[in-house]
């Protein structure tokens, strides 16, 4: 799964099913045998590139608007804390064939798995509201035209997407919508930044302890270690040895290969992700915070701001970015939430399922999305939405890193497949640092 480009896919299905003709050389089949750079990627770069969703958009702008260049430093300190979490999430999913709910409801009392899912399915609901408007703010800002009819219009395609196309065809559109991150890559170089200053800014920390600063540190590391993403990647991993009629790697004579993957799947799809966001702080610390347009509440008043400080290119790029995350993240975020909930009750999920063959799972992410487009609907203001979000992802984010690192150090559920030590301790470092971000949110 994952294979984007035909020629891998020849090969891929040349590999298993055998040559046709004379076998080839030794070396020669060793070199077809080795899979591109390409082939790799997949979970990890769709699940790096959906962290960077409209909300975390909005959260980086803020980030640039408000404290300059001063915040870069948290993307390349939560850089590894977020890869190896992840990593261990995935490897969780793939060493036992069992998505993160499911080992929950496994290895845990039931409490603890309901007031998980709870939590992820109240904080992706708001998430996904916000998400939906920003998408549907940022064609309004570029066309024109009535907001909620977009908001509609966006949420009916994206159920449709994830209900009805092919899970192989669904996973390549993702994977290809990962390249509308490179909008931001764009911006940064249509502006003026004074690159010495970012880069020291991104080496040396700049940060005051005060309340302000806390909020803003708590919200890019809610924002960069979601829980959303735990389960999305575990279950992606589940999806892959589904593709490949496998039920796990604990006993399987590949795993050492299929974990290196997921290793490297992983390891460039969260440093795209951070990258992406660096160069959102950058772009609007070199443009907003430069000419003192310091509030900034959502993605789309980022790009607002934009269009009279750099010039209408850059508006554009900033709008279309919106857009296109927006449709990577929404299915995510549905998707993961009714990976959970069907893990927790013991249906049948899986999008290379049809909908008559996984029922309660599709209809878990028909009512998400349906419920986050009614959001922008009921009166609620989707920035406190979003705030509190924010807050129930950093509540559970902590206790659920733990209940990961427990499962992922526990010999009897990954057999010889544990983890590396550096990564458990890794892993608890992450665990930590969110653990005193949240109550320096709430002290300060």
């Not at 939590?119 to 800002?141: C, E, H, K, P």
């Not at 009714?338 to 599709?362: M, N, S, V």
Request: hydrophobic share 50%; with cysteine.
């Amino acid at each position: 799964m994952f294979r984007r480009v035909q020629g891998c896919v020849k090969q891929m299905d040349q590999a298993n099913i055998g040559p046709t003709t004379s076998p080839a050389p030794e070396g020669e089949k060793a070199k077809q045998d080795k899979p591109s750079f390409l082939s790799t990627l997949g979970p990890g770069l769709i699940t790096g590139a959906a962290d960077d969703d409209p909300s975390g958009i909005a959260t980086y702008s803020q980030a640039g608007a408000q404290y300059g260049y001063a915040m870069t430093w948290v993307m390349l300190f939560s850089y590894p804390l977020m890869a190896v979490t992840q990593v261990i999430s995935a490897r969780i999913g793939a060493v036992t064939g069992k998505g993160i709910a499911r080992n929950l409801r496994l290895h845990y009392p039931p409490w603890v798995l309901r007031l998980a899912v709870v939590l992820l399915l109240i904080a992706n609901v708001a998430n996904l509201g916000a998400d939906l408007g920003a998408m549907a703010s940022g064609v309004t800002l570029l066309v024109g035209g009535p907001g909620p009819l977009y908001v509609v219009g966006f949420a009916l395609v994206c159920v449709l997407a994830e209900v009805f196309i092919g899970y192989q065809r669904y996973a390549s559109i993702l994977k290809y919508l990962t390249l509308s991150l490179f909008a931001y890559v764009g911006v940064v170089f249509a502006v003026h930044v004074p690159w010495g200053e970012a880069i020291y800014s991104l080496i040396v920390p700049q940060m005051k302890f005060d309340a302000a600063h806390a909020e803003m540190l708590v919200a890019i590391l809610g924002t960069t270690i979601s829980p959303y993403l735990f389960f999305w990647q575990a279950a992606q991993e589940v999806e892959e040895l589904r593709d490949r009629r496998q039920r796990s790697l604990i006993h399987n004579k590949n795993a050492a290969a299929e974990l290196k993957r997921i290793d490297t799947d992983t390891w460039v799809g969260m440093g795209y992700s951070n990258l992406i966001a660096l160069f959102i702080i950058i772009a609007t610390a070199a443009t907003l915070h430069a000419s003192g347009k310091t509030d900034i509440q959502t993605a789309s008043d980022a790009a607002e701001a934009l269009r009279p400080v750099a010039g209408a290119a850059t508006f554009w790029l900033f709008a279309c970015g919106i857009i296109g995350t927006g449709m990577l993240a929404v299915p995510v975020l549905a998707g993961s939430g009714a990976y959970a909930i069907a893990e927790t009750f013991g249906w049948r999920e899986g999008l290379d399922l049809k909908p008559r063959q996984a029922r309660g799972f599709y209809a878990t992410i028909i009512v998400a999305t349906l419920a986050g487009m009614a959001l922008n609907f009921v009166g609620i203001d989707p920035i406190k939405a979003l705030y509190w979000s924010a807050v129930l992802n950093g509540l559970l984010a902590a206790p659920l890193m733990v209940l990961m690192l427990l499962i992922a150090s526990n010999g009897e559920i990954m057999g010889k497949q544990v983890p590396n030590r550096w990564l458990i301790w890794v892993g608890w470092l992450a665990t930590v640092v969110m653990v005193v971000a949240t109550l320096a949110f709430f002290v300060l």
